[in-house]
């Protein structure tokens, strides 16, 4: 079975899904491999495994093996950069950033990308992501045009374009460590516009905000900051409880 059929099946029997997002550079293999048992012990239900700078094909290789042997979890790549890939992924999150003003991260990285991981033979699950104000270090570093927080009808436009031009998923982020999430009413308005699996990212760091990111119809809801700054295991239960709405 495919990482993504893998998805498709956890969402059908659990409804939303809460993804842990784990940064290779920011602490050793075995630090990353502590935080992702805790994370399963939370109810996390997959890792998304990447970061904007400073990941590299030793330590995303060396975190992934690390991961995969304590958890059993999916790792797949959220990648920053197609210089840092590995044999040792389930998947690699195969993304356009649709609202990039800069083709190289539209479709130059993936065509680079793309050879190599046809050689290493790792699953890719092509997935739209749009950056939704204020898009943090993320938005100016892959130079994105983005969604305004009321601009309803523009999210909506490319959450469909993603799906006409045949994505597995889509992805709104706020970006990492934004001060707010994307909007309720946004999520909304895409997902009863799409029928392809939503995931939402970036400022998810309580379980109101977990909650909120589910109840308007994230199928996958992510955080990353919170799992590196939190040390009280009760509150990334209580976060990812939330974000799968299921008692804690
Ligand atoms: C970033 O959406 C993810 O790409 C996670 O964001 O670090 O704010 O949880 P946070």
Redesign the pocket.
């Known amino acids: 079975m495919t990482v993504m059929d893998r998805l498709r099946e956890m969402m059908k029997e659990e409804g939303t899904l809460h993804v842990a997002?784990i940064d290779p550079d920011k602490q050793t293999p075995e630090e990353a491999a502590d935080i992702a048992r805790r994370m399963l012990d939370a109810g996390s239900n997959a890792v998304?495994i990447?970061g904007?700078t400073g990941v590299t094909n030793e330590n995303l290789t060396s975190t992934t093996i690390a991961i995969k042997e304590a958890t059993g979890l999916p790792v797949i790549l959220?990648p920053g950069t197609p210089n840092a890939l590995s044999k040792e992924l389930d998947a690699v999150l195969f993304m356009s950033m649709m609202n990039s003003t800069d083709v190289n991260w539209i479709m130059g990285a993936q065509v680079y990308a793309a050879p190599i991981l046809r050689q290493l033979g790792v699953e890719t699950i092509p997935m739209g992501y749009v950056i939704v104000e204020p898009g943090?270090k993320?938005g100016e570093v892959g130079k994105a045009d983005p969604i305004k927080r009321d601009d309803i009808k523009r999210a909506v436009a490319y959450a469909m374009a993603c799906e006409m031009m045949g994505m597995s998923l889509v992805?709104f982020?706020?970006?990492?460590?934004?001060p707010t999430?994307v909007p309720p009413e946004m999520i909304r308005a895409i997902k009863s516009s799409i029928s392809i699996p939503l995931?939402?990212?970036?400022?998810?760091?309580t379980p109101e905000a977990a909650a909120a990111a589910r109840e308007a119809g994230a199928d996958i809801v992510?955080?990353?900051?919170?799992?590196?700054q939190c040390h009280d295991d009760s509150k990334l239960k209580a976060v990812v409880a939330a974000a799968r709405g299921v008692p804690q």
Not at 199 to 205: C, E, F, K, N, T
Not at 222 to 228: A, I, K, P, Q, S
């Open positions: 997002l998304f990447g904007s959220f943090m993320v992805y982020e706020a970006g990492s460590g934004a999430p995931i939402i990212g970036g400022g998810i760091r992510v955080t990353g900051t919170l799992l590196e």
